[in-house]
């Protein structure tokens, strides 16, 4: 004998755990996906500042003949940054010795965006300051020759 119904109710059931599945499962999956994109999108944005304010300091260099630069900011390489959800700064780390080049490059990132502050988790910073995250990179300049620099000043010849 044949009993009436019985494909239409496991079929219903099957469709009742899959959307039960995809509902429970879907929302956590897309969450990480999106915080992973964020972090991500932040990492590149570090990258690109890091990589300008290495060309912007060889530029200086080349213009100014002097190795030790005082300040550097956004302004200065001319970026256009994603977003207004995170506010980033650069400067030039200092090495302490006068006269001498600067030691690397620094940039902030301040998590502005309430939502986003869990892509903080994310990044792995060189320090914390506050709400500020900062990434440090070394500064790669070298003169062709160091014979042609004048110790006292700092600037070449």
């Known amino acids: 004998m044949r009993q009436r119904g019985f494909l239409s109710a496991e079929l219903s059931q099957y469709l009742i755990v899959t959307i039960l599945f995809f509902a429970l499962l879907v929302p956590p999956i897309t969450q990480w996906a999106r915080l ?11 990258e690109t ?3 300008e304010a290495q060309f912007h300091y060889a530029k200086a260099v080349l213009t100014t003949r002097c190795l030790p630069q005082a300040a550097l900011t956004l302004a200065d390489l001319n970026l256009t940054l994603p977003g207004d ?8 780390l200092q ?14 990132v301040t998590i502005i965006e309430p939502k986003l502050q869990n892509v903080a988790t ?5 320090e914390i300051q506050g709400a500020t995250l900062l990434f440090n990179a070394p500064l790669n300049y070298q003169l062709p020759d160091w014979q042609e ?3 006292n000043t700092g600037c070449i010849r």
């Not at 992973?36 to 570090?46: E, G, K, L, V």
């Not at 994310?122 to 060189?126: I, N, S, V, Y």
């Open 95 to 108: 090495s302490g010795v006068p006269k001498a080049r600067p030691s690397g490059i620094q940039v902030g």
């Open 122 to 126: 994310r990044l792995t910073p060189d």
């Open 85 to 92: 959800d995170v506010r980033y700064e650069v400067r030039y």
């Open 36 to 46: 992973y994109q964020n972090a991500a999108s932040i990492n590149q944005t570090i």
């Open 49 to 51: 500042i890091t990589q």
């Open 149 to 151: 620099l004048n110790t």
